[in-house]
């Protein structure tokens, strides 16, 4: 069972491969024409169509897999034909060559063993073409297929070539590793593992480090997730109207001792936040310093603040009712008074977790 793979994703997937082949095929019939000995399609683009349209984020489905994959493979393949005349021998000689080519350029791709094997037993497109082969229909199909695929994507908005998000950074421009990384899953645990388990996954090691750190959110929302942002957030909130001066907001944000203020329009709705990091910049009025906020509605759980409050840059949340307007404010002291009130309740008088009931 493919993880992650909703009705919407396999019907993508299908329409995917429906397009991409269909039209991988007529636009070779255009380049090249017809006949016996023109090739349209190798069959290996049927198994790239697979990785391409229903896992685009695997590392053996990306557009140097695919290109170089297919295309060195088909060499390998060639040349070992040419080499050995045993059809039994070049076969097996094609596609262990072609493996080890394709791990050495880093493009692994599965139906690259397929483009192999077609070179070696060959057939009347592979006689007509000879050393071109590899170029031509493998190489060109591909290139078709991929460019296809980078559209179809596009436009259904999935990502693709698929780039793990970065890491992180520290924000203060420190040595230190950012917060959200000090505790839970790190890189050595990663390693180790996969050494433990000594096997090999389709899945890149940066991908594998964001699910891990996915799934702990996760366990931590369903163990406190019925503490909402209503629960936790600040009600008297100070925030500054637009048309204010800049000294305004100073004297606000040093008489009431907060990090942030929340920008308002006459009717009270958020319009962004301001700081004193954002009032040493030049400019004029508060529309030069203003940041893009951060919101949340008073109905959401709590727990799913805390990516957001980890990342180096963001103070507080303004929870705001669907005009926008105002409710409260939930800041860092917030959500750790919260969660620390929390974690105590769930432990005994002696520091161990009191048993359930």
Not at 92 to 98: N, P, S
Not at 115 to 120: E, F
Request: proline share 7%; with cysteine; net charge neutral.
């Amino acid at each position: 069972m493919l993880a992650g793979a909703t009705l919407r994703e396999r019907i993508f997937s299908c329409l995917g491969a429906l397009i991409g082949i269909g039209l991988t095929g007529l636009l070779c019939g255009l380049i090249l024409g017809n006949g016996p000995h023109v090739p349209l399609l190798v069959a290996p683009m049927g198994a790239s169509a697979v990785l391409l349209f229903a896992v685009p984020s695997s590392p053996l489905a990306q557009p140097w897999s695919i290109i170089g994959g297919n295309t060195l493979s088909a060499f390998c393949g060639f040349m070992v034909a040419s080499l050995v005349h045993d059809p039994v021998a070049a076969a097996g000689i094609a596609v262990a060559v072609a493996i080890a080519v394709m791990s050495v350029t880093r493009c692994l791709h599965p139906p690259g063993g397929a483009a192999a094997l077609t070179a070696v037993f060959g057939g009347p497109v592979v006689a007509s073409w000879g050393v071109l082969f590899p170029l031509v229909p493998v190489a060109l199909n591909s290139c078709i297929l991929v460019g296809l695929g980078l559209l179809f994507h596009r436009l259904s908005r999935r990502s693709y070539p698929h780039v793990a998000p970065s890491r992180p950074g520290n924000t203060h421009g420190t040595a230190d590793t950012p917060p959200p990384l000090r505790v839970g899953v790190r890189n050595e645990d990663i390693d180790a593992a996969l050494t433990k388990l000594d096997e090999t996954f389709d899945i890149g090691r940066d991908d594998i480090e964001r699910l891990l750190r996915e799934v702990e959110r996760q366990v931590l929302a369903r163990e406190h997730g019925e503490l909402t942002c209503a629960d936790i957030m600040s009600r008297d909130v100070i925030t500054i109207p637009f048309h204010a001066t800049r000294d305004d907001a100073v004297s606000l944000l040093i008489r009431h001792n907060v990090r942030i203020l929340p920008v308002t329009d006459e009717g009270g709705r958020v319009v962004g936040t301001v700081g004193l990091r954002e009032l040493i910049r030049p400019g004029d009025g508060l529309g030069d310093a203003l940041s893009a906020p951060a919101t949340a509605s008073p109905a959401s759980r709590a727990i799913d603040l805390l990516p957001v409050l980890t990342d180096g840059r963001t103070h507080a949340v303004i929870i705001t009712a669907m005009d926008r307007r105002v409710l409260g404010l939930i800041s860092q002291t917030d959500l750790l008074g919260a969660m620390g009130r929390l974690s105590l309740t769930a432990r005994g008088p002696a520091g161990e977790l009191a048993a359930a009931a």
